[in-house]
């Protein structure tokens, strides 16, 4: 195995802001300094985890150039479209019963394809 997956990258003009709004869209939280380590300057990469420890690691980092082109890689996620709508997302495609997906982007442009939630499994005693 030459290598293995560490953590998911989202470059922002304002990465503060940014992990702020994925932290509220997928419940994750700001990964903290150890106990008695001097907090992070500001200007430093913010790195966010799933608080469940289902989701991967995300370290937002700043850069001083807007998105200007598609992503060649991209998040998908389980939610609901109208909801990150709200939140600040923008649409860039509706499914339109085609696919299984609609296409949103974040505040600085990332794009993510957002996935109805699964249903929850019955357990064979409620069948």
Known sequence: MPARFKALVLDALDHQALADWWCTTLGYLRREPPAGEAAHSLEWP????????????????PVPEPKTAKNRMHV??????????????????RHRGRFDWD?????????????SPPKPHMTPAAR
């Open 76 to 93: 998908d996620v389980y939610g609901h479209t109208e909801e990150m709508l709200a939140l600040g997302a923008t649409l860039v495609r």
């Open 103 to 115: 296409v949103l982007a974040d505040p600085e442009g990332n794009e993510f394809c957002v996935f």
């Open 46 to 61: 913010v790195p966010i985890y799933d608080p469940r420890g289902q989701g991967p690691v995300i370290w937002i980092n």
